[in-house]
Structure formats: structure tokens, C-alpha cells
């Protein structure tokens, strides 16, 4: 089965989904769970291979997704590590009962061959910022007309980068180091800019167990421990900001909505933080308490 026109799926989304959103539109936004394990495809529909993780990285450094290819390059011990505006993004057709979220490879097979790689029992040192200077080399190329958008994933390194299958259930903690919950769930758009993070708050709280959704601006990452190999988050806020922070909902007949720009649009105004996608005049620091 073909894949539907990129440009018409996209274009029909922001007159349908996005038409509230002013005056500059946020790009689709995914959840995590829903893109690891997510197939890949050709321009023709051809099943490549599926997202096996994403690297993500502090504020507004973009994202990396990696791919296992399996059968189709007959490489199964490795991954395909590549800036996430290579992918294209084909929202469902809401008037097939079938229509599911797609991601797409437009890169000739061929070509795609040569891609740099590793081996999935050991991945490269994220904390080094060169870690994927071959990678955006290789993605900075003429591959194929398609491919339009800037690769952007490395032009500002950081040495705190993570796994989104390592962030899930990593402690975060207040300025004064209390434990505020874990990491339970990531937001991406489609060009790879993490968009906001939800934490389990409950016993911070002293309550039942609520997930929150929270800028992912706001949260500040540094590393600790003897050599410095430590990764912590911590997160400015008062109990108070937190209760009544917007909680996140999981369930897949609610996951459109966690994904619109309105709902991630009130999250970002609780906590004070100016939205990425709109440009703001005088922007308050992030995390800053509402009044």
C-alpha cells in the first residue's frame, strides 16, 4: 500500500488540527512510547526496518532517532543513528478506519547502504559532542531531493545527552535536591524538539499517584558524582504550581489531545515558560512560578 502524499497529509492537518494555533504552527507532535517500536517505510510504502530508541538533549538541541533495519540491509546486530528531519512525518487519515500515524525514510536504498552504524551492544559515548559528526556529515549530503530541511540534531553540542529509553524512570529532584517523582513520558515534534516531559508527582505531593506534564525547558540537567558520569534533573517549582499543573493522560483515546498545541500550549503557560514555536516579546525565565 502506498503512502500518502507527505505534503497533502500535512498540509490537511494544519488546516484541521493546528487552526487555533497563532500566528506561527507547532510541527505534529508525537509521543515517545508511541515512536519507539513504530515501523519505518519507503515513499512506496515498503517496510525498511523501526525506531528502536531516540537521543535527546537538554532545551533546543534536536533529537536523534535509531533505526534497526534488519533483513532489508541484512545487518541485524546494528543501528542507524540519524537527525530526526531526515524522517517524515504522515499524520492518519481520519476517514479510513485503518489510518495509522507513519513515519517515512524518503532516502534512495542504495545510497542509505554506506550510512554510518554501530552495534547495538555498544552504542557510542553519547557525552562526547563529536559522537555523530560522521552522522550529520553522512545527512548533510545531496541523498535525495527530498530531503529539504537543514540537519540541525549537532550545530549545538552538549555533553549530556540521553537515551529516551534511559530517561524513562530517571529521578528528578528540586533545586534543594527533594525528590519530585521520575520521568514517565517524552513529547516530540516532528522536527525533533523535545516539547515537554511528564513526571510522576504523587508523592512529592503526599497524594495519589499523578503524572504531570512539564516544558522541557523548564528542567535543568547537570551531571555529578566522582567522574562526573552522574546524570541528574532537577525542576524550580512549589508543590502549589505542581497541584495544579495540567495532568497528563496516557490512554490512546487522549493521546491527540496531549499531542495539540492547545493542551501543550496551557502546559507551557502554567509553568510561565514561553512557547518555542511563537515568538515572545519579553520571555520570562523558564520555570518561573505563576502568579
Known amino acids: ?117 554501530f552495534d547495538k551492544r555498544s552504542w557510542p559515548n553519547l557525552a562526547n559532542p563529536d559522537w555523530a559528526k560522521d552522522i550529520d556529515a553522512f545527512y548533510s549530503g545531496d541523498l535525495n531531493p527530498d530531503l529539504k530541511r537543514p540537519i540541525e540534531a549537532a550545530m549545538r553540542t552538549t555533553a549530556i545527552t540521553w537515551k529516551a529509553t534511559e530517561l524513562k524512570g530517571t529521578k528528578v529532584s528540586t533545586s534543594s535536591g527533594e525528590k519530585l517523582g521520575d520521568v514517565q513520558e517524552l513529547a516530540i515534534d516532528t522536527n525533533g524538539r523535545v516539547c515537554y516531559a511528564t513526571v510522576s508527582v504523587g508523592g512529592f505531593l503526599g497524594m495519589g499517584d499523578r503524572v504531570v506534564a512539564v516544558p522541557w525547558d523548564s528542567f535543568k540537567f547537570t551531571t555529578g558524582g566522582d567522574k562526573g558520569e552522574k546524570k541528574m534533573i532537577t525542576l524550580a517549582t512549589t508543590k502549589a504550581q505542581l497541584e495544579g499543573a495540567p495532568e497528563f493522560n496516557g490512554d490512546k483515546e487522549h493521546c491527540m489531545e496531549m499531542c495539540s498545541p492547545k493542551w501543550i500550549g496551557r502546559v507551557y503557560d502554567h509553568f510561565s515558560c514561553p512557547v518555542y514555536w511563537t515568538p515572545s516579546v519579553e520571555p520570562k525565565p523558564a520555570g518561573t512560578p505563576k502568579n
Do not use: H
Not at 509521543?31 to 513504530?38: C, N
Not at 540519524?82 to 507513519?102: F, G, H, I, N, Y
Open 1 to 117: 500500500m502506498k503512502v500518502p502524499t507527505l505534503t497533502g497529509a500535512l498540509v490537511g492537518l494544519s488546516l484541521v488540527g493546528l487552526a487555533w494555533v497563532t500566528p506561527v504552527e507547532l510541527p505534529p507532535v508525537w509521543l515517545g512510547s508511541e515512536l519507539i517500536g513504530m515501523k519505518v517505510v519507503s515513499k512506496d510504502g515498503e517496510s525498511l526496518g523501526k525506531i528502536e530508541d531516540l537521543v535527546v538533549r537538554p532545551s533546543g538541541n534536536s533529537s536523534y532517532a535509531v533505526l534497526s533495519f534488519g533483513g532489508w540491509l541484512g545487518m541485524n546486530d546494528k543501528l542507524f543513528a540519524m537527525p530526526w528531519s531526515v524522517l517524515r512525518a504522515v499524520e492518519l487519515d481520519t476517514t479510513k478506519k485503518d489510518s495509522a500515524r507513519t513515519l517515512v525514510l524518503p532516502v534512495v536504498k542504495e545510497r542509505f547502504k554506506t550510512a554510518p552504524g
